[in-house]
């Protein structure tokens, strides 16, 4: 058992958008990845999924319901700081994504089994994430 370094394991890869695995948590896993630009459209039907916002600021699309407050051309955006986290719930549809060319670093809290781009098969679909 060792204490692990958040920043020290970001140093270890450059890659957008592909995840890496500091840690296993029953069937649970940490994973770190580095979001540049926007992802793609999906969901996870049995997973949720934790995102917390180790640096930058994640934007996290949604599908908006009609006339939904805060809502623009139907999706609804929630920001999340640093320092802060948001749970998407399984089933629910979501984007992340980032602004004005930033790399945002996130940690990620999810089961082992949960597919990195849920129902969607995309080029940049990762099926084994490295682990550091
Ligand atoms: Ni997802």
Same mark, same amino acid.
């Given at each position: ?71 623009? /051309? /139907? ?7 640093? /320092? ?49």
């Amino acid at each position: 058992m060792k204490a692990i370094n958040i920043k020290e394991k970001f140093s270890k890869f450059h890659k957008n958008w592909h995840p890496h695995q500091i840690a296993v948590v029953d069937d649970m896993q940490v994973i770190l990845a580095k979001l540049k630009g926007e992802f793609v459209w999906h969901s996870h039907d049995n997973e949720d999924e934790l995102f917390q916002v180790i640096k930058g600021t994640l934007h996290m699309q949604f599908r908006a319901s009609t006339g939904e407050t805060g809502s623009e /051309g /139907g999706i609804r955006t929630e920001i999340v700081n640093e /320092g802060e986290f948001i749970v998407v719930p399984k089933g629910v549809e979501h984007n992340p994504c980032t602004k004005n060319d930033e790399e945002v670093h996130v940690l990620l809290f999810e089961k082992l089994c949960t597919a990195h781009t849920g129902n969607v098969k995309h080029e940049r679909t990762q099926t084994e994430y490295p682990k550091i």
